[in-house]
């Protein structure tokens, strides 16, 4: 800890450094402030009444907006519709070739996309914003007129996008990714609200210390297993060839190439999330009594079939409510991880670049035959990173029942898995500043 405090120091006594930290402790005090900026219409206290029925997904959504929702903030609909946004574009780009080929002409390519992402991220949160509205009136929570509603979708969509430029001022002269790091200040600022109902259950006799203490083993266990797997490599070693330039011999050494067995990170859980909430958004925002009319007249089937059916959808697409939703989420992250991490990571670049500076696998030919080691190497260690997103994930739907201590939604899932994979990359993006500088990093 002591060496970590001095990294610490180190990095705050370099200007350059010390002001992207400040930026990004800035920029998250902007961020919690404007958490906490109410929107007006609301009744309170049937809003709390609709997430107590609710259950895990209203606690879900609360949890990524951080409280925002609860408190009904400018920010309610947090960073989330970008998240949508952002995979389908992804897959867009994957289905249209005219958005593939645009993605592979460099930096235009990239500010094209990312322009048509916060575009179409615009659209999303007018969509959720409508349907969190609707449903909030359909409880009596929203109390507005039709000019009030309009007034507050609006600041919920600007809310979106300044927690968009947030994002990117944080990533452009901050210090880590910057929606990785909204999600992570979200999460973090639940806490003393949790720790404060851990508390009084505690006070109130309904757990005891031994729940309390099984929690934190639980806690600090998960926190260790993902700190090894977020730092496990696969070290593949390469040998360049020996060449002669003028005078000069270069080559000649042998390296290694690093594989993760996370490669993708954060993000497939955050896309999974995103996906497999939508659907019980959408089925909610269209569950009013007027919509439920038109749809049971459109396929001729009685009103209450389709409400059954809207019904279904939340309680199949929210991981939580039952086993196989829980299932299908976990499903979700695996297939996310690959998906992620094929983006992320090209085997055939990776061989053709090797081939062109003289480098070669011992044992493996260059070209077509390194493309395939590398393509069966990553699959299988990706499908050990995926198997344990998948599990970290779930988690947190089953370690309340365990422990008996069910308000604190921290640990044990998503949320924990967020937090400490955003401070490792974090830590890892100040420890590549200090090293550039040849001072000792975090990790070091």
């Not at 906490?36 to 990524?64: C, W, Y």
């Not at 002269?173 to 720790?195: K, L, N, Y």
């Not at 404060?196 to 083993?217: H, M, P, V, Y």
Request: with cysteine; proline share 3%; charged share 15%.
């Amino acid at each position: 800890m002591r060496e970590r405090l001095a990294a610490l120091g180190q990095a705050m006594r370099i200007p350059d450094v010390r002001k992207r930290i400040l930026f990004l402790f800035a920029m998250l005090g902007v961020y919690v402030g404007c958490a906490h900026v109410p929107l007006p219409g609301i009744d309170k206290e049937a809003l709390e009444n609709i997430f107590r029925s609710a259950g895990g997904l209203g606690d879900m959504l609360d949890a990524f907006a951080g409280g925002s929702l609860k408190r009904f903030s400018v920010l309610a609909l947090g960073i989330m519709p970008y998240i949508s946004a952002s995979i389908i574009l992804q897959l867009l780009t994957m289905a249209i070739p005219a958005l593939e080929e645009l993605q592979k002409e460099g930096e235009y390519g990239r500010k094209k996309i990312n322009a048509w992402t916060k575009y179409l991220t615009m659209g999303v949160a007018l969509i959720q914003g409508l349907g969190m509205t609707a449903f909030f009136t359909r409880g009596n929570a929203f109390i507005g007129g039709t000019m009030l509603m309009s007034f507050v979708v609006l600041m919920m969509v600007a809310g979106t996008a300044f927690l968009m430029w947030i994002a990117d001022m944080i990533t452009e002269r901050g210090i880590g990714q910057g929606v990785s790091i909204i999600i992570f200040a979200g999460i973090i600022t639940r806490m003393p609200q949790d720790i404060a109902a851990t508390l009084r259950l505690w006070q109130a006799g309904e757990i005891g210390i031994a729940n309390i203490a099984f929690l934190s083993a639980i806690m600090l266990g998960t926190i260790y297993a993902i700190v090894k797997v977020q730092q496990s490599q696969r070290k593949i070693p390469v040998q360049y060839a020996r060449r002669v330039r003028g005078n000069r011999m270069y080559g000649g050494q042998t390296s290694y190439l690093p594989l993760r067995v996370n490669q993708a990170g954060v993000m497939p859980i955050i896309f999974a999330i995103s996906v497999a909430l939508f659907p019980g958004q959408i089925a909610q925002a269209i569950s009013s009594q007027a919509t439920t009319a038109k749809l049971a007249g459109f396929l001729h089937v009685t009103e209450k079939a389709v409400s059954d059916a809207m019904f279904s959808i939340v309680q199949f697409t929210t991981p939580g409510a039952n086993h196989f939703a829980s299932f299908l989420y976990f499903l979700l992250v695996i297939l996310f991880t690959y998906f992620y991490t094929a983006v992320t990571f090209n085997p055939e670049q990776i061989a053709e670049n090797l081939q062109k500076n003289g480098g070669a696998i011992p044992g493996i030919r260059p070209g077509a035959s390194t493309r395939d080691y590398l393509d069966r190497i990553l699959y299988r260690i990706t499908l050990a990173g995926a198997l344990f997103l998948g599990i970290i994930a779930i988690m947190q739907y089953y370690v309340g029942d365990i422990t008996g201590v069910t308000t604190f939604t921290l640990v044990g899932g998503t949320s924990l898995l967020i937090v400490v994979g955003v401070a490792l990359d974090t830590m890892q993006q100040i420890e590549a500043q200090l090293l550039m500088r040849h001072y000792q990093g975090f990790l070091a």
